[in-house]
């Protein structure tokens, strides 16, 4: 389990993490960079909060997708009330 109260609030919320990442994978097919994060504190810190971004992004998802279901549920419900009312 991460333990996010530790982290610098700039971690939680990094502006630049998808420029930092391309320019990354640039430098790597260029063969001048490395992925080897175990010695680059820089790349553990964007590691991480790339995952955190990605948690609060599938998070959300989660929410609309479950809010989303219900709004259709009760739609489907009044459709077939109003279909058995008027069988009747």
């Given amino acids: ?8 609030s700039s971690l939680l ?4 993490t998808h420029f ?9 097919f260029q063969g ?3 992925f080897d994060f175990r010695n680059n504190p820089e790349l553990q810190e964007r590691l991480v909060a790339a995952f955190l971004s990605l948690r609060r992004v599938l998070s959300l998802f989660s929410q609309q997708l479950h809010f989303l279901s219900l709004h259709l549920l ?3 419900v009044v459709f077939s009330f109003i279909s058995s009312s008027l069988l009747l």
């Fill in 20 to 28: 930092f990442f391309s320019s990354l994978l640039l430098d790597k």
């Fill in 1 to 8: 389990r991460l333990n996010v109260s530790n982290l610098p």
């Fill in 32 to 34: 001048r960079g490395s």
């Fill in 74 to 76: 009760s739609v489907l």
């Fill in 13 to 16: 919320q990094p502006p630049d």
